[in-house]
């Protein structure tokens, strides 16, 4: 190991010209050598051919900083290209680190084409969700679409997941192989993996969410929880929900129950595919349709009705723990012309509504993506909010 290290020192020497001695072989004294003028032994005087770019600059070259490395599984129908841009990385480095596996797997050559189900190592700068394939059992209910809306997928790519099963021939507690999509993680121990993975406010940038307690909602009179495993919420959340939907049952007690989507995970933290969502105290709902639209699940700007969102809207507000409520510019304008139409004030409407009165300092602001939802944020606990069993 010494003699070794030895010899890489007098190359790298050598090549910069810097003096150093060496021994020749027939002799015990020392002897100077410069790199320019060497003529003491024929192991010396081999070092004048060579340089420093011949012993790869890559052993001195420190580690990235913050490198992620990830299993990608690959579905049916996906390339290299897609993969690449997906982790934000080049197909040259995914076919590199191919053929890197393959050379430790005795493989003389790794395989160009991609098959579904094989597994690619990536390594890249970016923090990325990695997708695997997993099996899932059917429930009571159960349709594909059902199915891919639920993990997030195309339905093509569960048809081709499992070629063999056809729709019409769906049973209880079938298995059919999904994508689930994987946590974004930090860079670090097991300390870094579990902040991001309680989160850290919006955009991963919140202080203490994780030392709050968060409480489950379950589907109850006037609404129905979608996936009570990304319903959970503060105490001040739900406890400001339930309020508003037993007011909703009171006033229309024939109408369907609302439909309520995310809150946020048990530990808060990223939830896919949100940017907010991480500390239970965004909800999303669906914007409540006519009853003979109600099975279709076509939601649109003339399907849905006015009457129950306008009332759910204004109860959300008057609870008076609301610090915003989202949804598109379009929808806006027409729940103020409808709420103008019916008797409320139009100095109380252009307070709230962003638009058409454009309030910078509005509930209710436009964002995109909420044309058949709507997006309620409520504000933060204070220090003396009760406990559930208060």
């Known amino acids: 190991m010494q003699r070794g290290c030895v010899v890489l020192l007098s190359f790298v020497l050598a090549s910069l010209g810097v003096p150093f001695f060496a021994t020749p072989s027939g002799g015990s004294q020392p002897v100077a050598v410069s790199g320019g003028n060497i003529r003491s032994t024929r192991r010396v005087s081999l070092l004048r051919h060579f340089s420093l770019k011949h012993f790869g600059l890559a052993a001195f070259t420190p580690a990235v900083a913050h490198a992620y490395t990830y299993v990608h599984e690959v579905l049916p129908g996906e390339h290299l290209k897609q993969i690449a841009k997906r982790y934000r990385t080049s197909v040259k480095r995914i076919r590199r680190e191919r053929s890197k596996r393959g050379k430790r797997s005795r493989r003389a050559r790794a395989p160009r084409r991609l098959r579904a189900g094989d597994k690619l190592v990536v390594r890249t700068r970016a923090r990325c969700r990695p997708q695997r394939i997993r099996a899932y059992r059917t429930r009571k209910g159960d349709t594909l679409g059902g199915v891919a809306r639920r993990f997030r997928m195309k339905l093509a790519v569960l048809r081709r997941l499992n070629a063999g099963v056809r729709p019409a021939s769906l049973q209880l507690g079938q298995p059919l192989r999904v994508v689930v999509h994987g946590r974004c993680y930090r860079a670090g121990g097991h300390g870094a993996r579990r902040r991001a993975r309680m989160g850290r406010g919006h955009r991963g940038r919140g202080r ?139 100095r109380f409407l252009h307070r709230i509504f962003q638009y058409p009165s454009r309030n910078e300092n509005a509930i209710i602001r436009h964002e995109p993506g909420h044309e058949r939802h709507f997006h309620v944020r409520f504000r933060r606990e204070g220090p003396g909010t009760p406990p559930p069993n208060a």
């Open 208 to 346: 203490g969410v994780h030392r709050r307690r968060f409480f489950q909602l379950g589907s109850g009179p006037g609404y129905h929880v979608r996936n009570p495993d990304r319903a959970w919420g503060t105490f001040l959340t739900l406890t400001r929900m339930v309020d508003v939907f037993s007011a909703y049952v009171e006033q229309f007690p024939d109408a369907p129950s609302v439909q309520v989507h995310d809150i946020s995970v048990r530990w808060g933290g990223y939830l896919w595919p949100h940017r907010s969502h991480r500390q239970g105290r965004d909800v999303d709902i669906v914007f409540p349709v006519y009853a003979k639209y109600a099975s279709s699940n076509l939601i649109t700007a003339k399907t849905i009705d006015m009457e129950r969102a306008w009332f759910l809207v204004k109860s959300f507000i008057e609870t008076g723990d609301v610090k915003f409520i989202f949804m598109s510019r379009r929808l806006q304008w027409r729940m103020f012309a409808w709420a103008l139409r019916h008797g409320e004030s139009k």
